[in-house]
């Protein structure tokens, strides 16, 4: 507690009055009231201290090696590279293929089931019960994560009087795992789309209805692009979430089925090689700032064209 | 026309469908909280015995109430340091503005389990080399999650106060207020409906996290999520479903209040509790 409130109490009273005199007199004509940079220090040095030291030292160690854990389980520290080209066994390509095989299927199955949820909510649903629906949506959501997928579990067991009385056998599969993941990121998804939905101008596409487009046209040309943005965004909050699930395969795989995440928890928690584990992790990340670069590259496309 | 008419009955319908989905595995949760029986595919009988015999399991208890300390805890000093950086971002022509908004964004774009072996080796490295870095335990739970709650706060704060435009604090200085007056007045009142959001946002976060904290905490702190998980390995939950069915009625009704609460102020619920984004 202590580092904490070496971080809070002093930002507490500038809170009262953010203004300071100074920059305002000067700025306040041309560009409006400003409240002073300095204000983010705080969360600055917060996030050098407890996000960006930790990533370095996450690197320090996936370039450590574990030595003789026999010997006192010492890490020896310096540049050594058999940790990441570990990584490229076949045992772990094949653990990295699956993780992103599934978490792909994952946003495309919670795109599918989704967005026409989010497309019915803004478009069809009576405006004075949207707030009700957005709130059905958003409950599960704030419902205990772990006690949902381990309902699933009881939902997917083939002995159980569910899945069982249907004859379906998919729990410990990677049919669970996908349902799993689909049901755990749907509101993710499903909200932040539906708000690119509702803040979308309507009348465009009643227009082009009214010159003789055919609904999926419509759609297609006007829907589609606008709400592009809010798609984009929602896909990869879900997809990159999936990617480093470990409880769900865990829960609904039976640990039968594993994702990178299982892996990485293995190395710290059970097995305790952590410079392997950091290696694992980075690769993990390696991978998904591929999909996160493409975003960004398109989103400011986007921006650029004005779709 | 029938055809608009039928794909408007498709549509309802599959939005129907997805809600009993999104349901579906929470009406097994409430259902199994009043069964009989201890086990969990057979239904023995209605009774309201697990209630009390979760009521009384001591180490429910301290979970809960762990969970409910890092949470408000989390919640209160996410916020602060949020909103600060959301009203220093907001409008600023700083040229830290891009690198810190591309730091806030890194910190929800990096997978949660990678921060948090960061985190656990961090922490442990840290205690060793320096005595006034908490060694693992509910100190370092908070911590960990302060940096994800927190970069939520900006994003939603931000947004709204981005969004509000600077007439009204101009019209407050040329009327003569001063800054201290300027903000409790006027910027104040309007972030509220953000702030509020982003303060229950981050509680439920922080109440809700497993990963983070089961990789920044030592065995003696377990938190909620952390005892729901060793118990549902094991497949003994009904006092678990007890407790999830009480937690259920509890968010339900406070996020029909938050909802209620932001729309009277005039913001949009959707857009707020749902985090700003999009």
Known sequence: MSTQNAHSVPTASP?????????????????GPRYPSWLASPLLLYYLLLFVAPLVI?????????????????????????????????????????????????????????????????????????????????????????????AWKLLLDGDGPFAGALGLDILYSWKAVLIGLVYGYLPMFVLPVYAALERMDWTLVDGAKDLGA???????????????????????????????????PQLLGGGRFLFVGNVIQGQFIGASNWPFGAAVSIGLMAILSIFVVLYVVSATKEEQFGA | ???????????????????????????????????????????????????????????????????????????????LLGTLAALALGRSR?????????????????????????????????????????????????????????????????????????????????????????????TLPRLLPAIVAGALLSFTMSFDDYVLSVFTASGDAETWPMAVFNDVRFGVTPAVNAISTVMFLIVAIGIAGAMWFVSRKGGDPAKELSGGRG
Do not use: C
Not at chain 1, 25 to 31: N, Q
């Open chain 1, 15 to 31: 809170a009262a009055g953010p203004p300071a005199g100074k920059p305002r007199r000067r700025r306040v004509r041309t560009f």
């Open chain 1, 58 to 150: 996450l690197i320090a160690f996936a370039l450590a090696k574990q030595g003789d854990s026999f010997a006192g389980d010492q890490i020896l520290y310096g540049f050594y590279w058999e940790n990441f080209s570990e990584l490229f066994d076949d045992l772990y390509l094949r653990v990295f293929g699956q993780t992103m095989l599934l978490a792909f299927g994952g946003t495309v199955a919670t795109v599918a089931v989704g967005f026409p949820l989010a497309y019915w909510m803004a478009r069809h649903v009576r405006t004075d019960r949207k707030g009700l629906i957005v709130l059905l949506v958003m409950i599960p959501f704030w419902t205990s994560f772990l006690v949902r997928t381990f």
């Open chain 1, 214 to 248: 055919k609904p999926w046209t419509a759609f297609r040309q006007i829907t589609f692009p606008l709400t592009r943005p809010g798609l984009l965004a929602g896909t990869l909050l879900v997809f990159i979430p999936m990617a480093g699930e470990y409880v769900i």
């Open chain 2, 1 to 79: 026309m029938h055809n608009a008419i039928f794909r408007r009955r498709l549509l309802s319908g599959w939005g129907v469908l997805v809600l009993l989905f999104l349901y579906l595995p929470i009406a097994v949760v409430i259902a199994y909280a009043f069964n009989t029986g201890k086990d969990v595919s057979n239904w023995t009988g209605f009774s309201f015995h697990w209630f009390l015999d979760a009521w009384e399991t001591p180490r429910y208890q301290n979970a809960l109430l762990l969970s409910l300390k890092i949470a408000v805890l989390n919640a209160i000093i996410a916020t």
């Open chain 2, 94 to 186: 700083s040229r830290w503005r891009i690198p810190f908004t591309t730091l806030i964004f890194l910190t929800l774009v990096v997978p949660e389990i990678v921060i948090a072996v960061a985190s656990r080796i961090f922490f442990v490295k840290a205690h060793e080399s320096l005595a006034i870095f908490p060694a693992l335990s509910w100190k370092t739970i908070l911590l960990a999650h302060v940096v994800w709650s927190s970069a939520v706060v900006v994003l939603i704060v931000r947004s709204r106060f981005t969004s509000m435009g600077p007439s009204l604090e101009e019209a407050s200085f040329d009327l003569g207020a001063g800054p201290i007056s300027t903000f409790r007045q006027v």
